[in-house]
């Protein structure tokens, strides 16, 4: 073989690699802005699966899956209209955020690239809402209209971003990000759960201790079942249906103990509720955002950047996570696409005057993990053999919390009390953190070396390095929290944004590419990471000079539809 055979040979090689591991190349070409390609990629990538997408979901798995998730996404949700009630005058409630879950849910369950994220309304997106109301009913500009056009700009900057393939940034966003604004958003649930408790005392000391050990009891119960469905305690079916079934049944348990006995008499405070498919002032559905002055519609405009720039991040960390690399997927991602289609979904929120939905952490990947089928390996230990991807239990989730509208759910709603949700709270808050990058790494640092595994990787990093790392993404929780107990909470987004920069450029400079590659990695596989242009080599995380078998997949599923370059 002659040396211009090898030197084809060896280009050949690299050409077939190039779908699925992008070389080093300049930032330019690494984002790849080609109009709408992404979008039609993304279309043509999913579409093939939509039917599918129904068809599989005739599996046992949704059954608690839709269960779970209406549990663990209306309840959070209807906590924080608790807050958006007090701190907004009542413009938000119940009921808009109950019609806010709705929407989403249909949307992405029936129109989305990614149906397994879970979206609804967040703890950032609520913190945001109120602060803007702190900030404009201070100059007498009426809140909801106002909230109108945030939204109809935040529908221009998402379509700005899904048509300029602005997702592709995503591939920048490594577990440090994701990491770190998980925690915020799990302290953010533990930091709520504390503040529904306070609130309990303004009637009597004993509601506010009887609060108290309700809230105790939902969490420990509610812990004890999770800790029973990940342990090797009882027969691996009885496992399973603890774990799927556990917190719904705490839940109905504990709202229904202090109605029993004297306890009865003690007065906790409930959840509020309206009337049934009515908004909670006495307004109509659609906002009259047309008569807000021109002036003001322009001092909306930055507060449409910040939410673009909150549910670029939030949303599409969301979608990552809930495909992350730990669970086997086999349909592709959408982030471009699903883009597009939440800045829908803002519009349409803010012309009915309800909260804008985004994805869910830690809700969306609670959902994935809920749709996993697990087998026993040699060991014993539950293995994931595979996911239910389909499109039913975030639509049946949805439909759940449209029946919550309805006159007798509604009054069932009123009588759970608040201390239960506090409860639910922890447990979610807690999951959530011991499930977190920032608090493995913790534990790792805090064990005795003895009882560290001779194959651990960090053990391969520099003594000092694991400390740095953790640090940074310490420093990154702290300054997002900070910002959010301000008057300039509004700007967190920046904050949480920062993060991305500070991984890029700091990091490399205080580790080596083999530190990063044990400390950080990608959120998710090649294979969902194909949406936004594949990985980004130059990150610190090392290339392999061949193709592996997913690879070739993604190639040859690519050249089946036909996909334009980004």
């Known amino acids: 073989m002659d040396e211009q055979d090898i030197s084809r040979g060896l280009s050949k090689q690299k050409s077939s690699c190039a779908t699925s591991i992008p070389v080093r190349k300049s930032f330019s070409e690494n984002i790849g802005i080609h109009p709408f390609v992404g979008i039609i990629n993304d279309i043509k990538r999913r579409a093939p699966f939509y039917v599918s997408d129904w068809t599989d979901a005739w599996d046992y798995r949704i059954v608690p899956a839709s269960i779970y998730m209406f549990f663990a996404n209306i309840l959070p949700a209807v906590a924080f209209a608790l807050d958006l009630v007090s701190k907004t005058d009542s413009n938000y409630g119940v009921n808009e955020v109950l019609l806010s879950s ?29 602060t803007i109301y702190d900030i404009v009913h201070r100059q007498g500009v009426p809140y909801l209209p106002f909230m109108g056009w945030v939204s109809l700009w935040g529908l221009i900057f998402h379509l700005i971003i899904a048509i300029f393939n602005g997702c592709n940034f995503l591939k920048y966003v490594t577990r440090f990000s994701c990491d770190t604004f998980g925690f915020y958003v799990a302290m953010l649930y533990l930091q709520k759960g504390f503040q529904i408790l306070t609130r309990q005392f303004e009637d009597s000391e004993a ?17 004890v079942c999770q800790r029973i469905g990940s342990s090797n305690l009882f027969k691996h079916v009885v496992r399973i249906l603890v774990l799927d079934y556990g917190t719904p049944l705490t839940i109905i348990f504990f709202t229904g103990l202090p109605y029993i006995g004297r306890m009865r008499y003690v007065g906790l405070k409930t959840l509020p509720v309206s009337q049934a498919f009515q908004p909670t002032l006495n307004r109509n559905w659609v906002v009259d955002f047309w008569t807000l002055d021109a002036v003001h519609v322009f001092e909306a405009l930055p507060f449409g950047i910040l939410l673009t720039i909150l549910f670029w991040f939030d949303h599409n960390v969301s979608c990552l996570i809930a495909q992350g690399s730990e669970f086997p997927l086999k349909k592709p991602a959408a982030f471009h696409y699903d883009m597009s289609l939440l800045g829908i979904v803002v519009l349409i ?21 809920s749709l996993c089928v697990t087998t026993l390996n040699e060991k014993n230990e539950p293995v994931i053999e595979r996911v239910v991807e389909q499109r039913a239990s975030n639509l049946l989730q949805g439909f759940l919390s449209l029946i919550v509208m309805t006159g007798p759910l509604l009054t069932v709603l009123h009588k759970i009390p608040q201390a239960v949700l506090a409860g639910l709270f922890w447990v979610m808050g807690v999951d959530a953190i011991l499930g977190n990058g920032i608090t493995r790494k913790i534990i790792w640092l805090c064990t005795q070396n003895n009882f560290i595994s001779q194959d651990d990787p960090l053990r391969l990093c520099r003594s000092n390095a694991v400390y740095k790392f953790v640090a940074l993404e310490l420093l990154g929780f702290g300054a997002t929290f900070a910002i959010t107990q301000t008057i300039a909470a509004s700007g967190f987004p920046v904050i949480i944004m920062s993060l991305i920069p500070l991984r890029i450029y700091l990091c490399p400079k205080l580790f080596t590419f083999d530190e990063l590659d044990i400390l950080d990695a990608p959120t998710a596989s090649k294979f969902t990471m194909v949406s ?32 334009q370059s980004v």
């Open 102 to 130: 709705v929407i989403a849910a249909v949307a992405f369950s029936m129109l989305g690239g990614q149906p397994l994220c879970i979206v609804g309304v967040t703890g950032p997106i609520t913190v945001f809402n109120y």
């Open 207 to 223: 509601s506010g201790y009887l609060s108290i050990t309700l809230a105790l009891l939902v969490f420990i119960v509610g812990c």
């Open 349 to 369: 929120s803010g012309l009915l005057g309800i909260p804008a939905p985004n994805g869910l952490i830690p809700q969306a990947p609670f959902h994935t993990a």
């Open 532 to 563: 936004v242009g594949g990985m980004y080599e130059a990150f610190g995380h090392k290339n392999n000079s061949s193709c592996t078998n997913e690879e070739l997949e993604i190639q040859e599923a690519n050249r089946g539809v036909g996909l």
